[in-house]
């Protein structure tokens, strides 16, 4: 079973200001991984596919790049509706996913 | 624009099975995959399984043993039947279309199911 390991676990910023996540699997996923975002009581929301693609509608401040073990989801200037949780996850004999990332006000 | 709706029981009884139905609206089941995972409060995203268009399963490993999942073109819905469940079952379930074999790009809005006796 592919590991995948999210850094960090919270993430304390202001709006306006950069934030970049981090997702390491624990062997090589190629460029198949997927970033999702979920705020409370909501479903996942699909952010990025194939590492570096994003989903119809996510706006240009959400950017993925990486490939083989590690990944970054970049957003480049804080919204106050980006606060949220982020997940990534892969594919392989089975889907898997990080333990998230929560991104919260500072 | 798709949508998909799970549907059952919010409460189930230890040992009993768990079943759940998601309408899909917007598409058929004849493409893609479609997928349940579910959510223990406060905690991270598990992968159950899926079901392909053309009817095969593949489940996680971890539940194999206890997971069903089944489709039915002709109503738009594909149904869990989870088996045998105890409180570490007690989880939002999502079901959600699975694109590209692996991404999952339309989800329900998931439904709480808690075990307790």
């Known amino acids: 079973e592919i590991v995948l390991t999210q850094s960090p676990a919270t993430l304390s910023l202001s709006p306006g200001e950069r934030a970049t996540l981090s997702c390491r699997a624990s062997?090589?996923?190629?460029?198949?991984l997927v970033w999702y975002q979920q705020k409370p009581g909501q479903a996942p929301r699909l952010l990025i596919y194939d590492a570096s693609n994003r989903a119809t509608g996510i706006p240009a401040r959400f950017s993925g790049s990486g490939s083989g073990t590690d990944f970054t989801l970049t957003i480049s200037s804080l919204e106050p509706e980006d606060f949220a949780v982020y997940y990534c996850?892969?594919?392989?004999?089975?889907?898997?996913f990080g333990q998230g990332t929560k991104l919260e006000i500072k | 624009q798709v949508q998909l709706q799970e549907s059952g029981p919010g409460l189930v009884k230890p040992s009993e099975t768990l079943s759940l139905t998601c309408t899909v609206s917007g598409d058929s089941l004849s493409s893609y995959h479609w997928s349940w995972i579910r959510q223990p409060p406060g905690k991270g995203l598990e992968w159950i399984g899926y079901?392909?268009?053309?009817?095969?399963?593949h489940y996680n490993p971890s539940l194999k043993s206890r997971v069903t999942i089944s489709g039915d073109t002709s109503k738009k819905q594909f149904s869990l039947n989870l088996s045998s469940v105890t409180a570490a079952d007690t989880a939002v379930y999502y079901c959600a279309r699975t694109s590209g074999t692996y991404i999952l790009d339309y989800w329900g809005q998931g439904i709480l199911v808690t075990v307790s006796s």
């Open positions: 062997q090589s996923v190629g460029s198949y």
């Open positions: 079901i392909h268009y053309s009817g095969g399963t």
């Open positions: 996850q892969q594919r392989s004999d089975r889907y898997t």
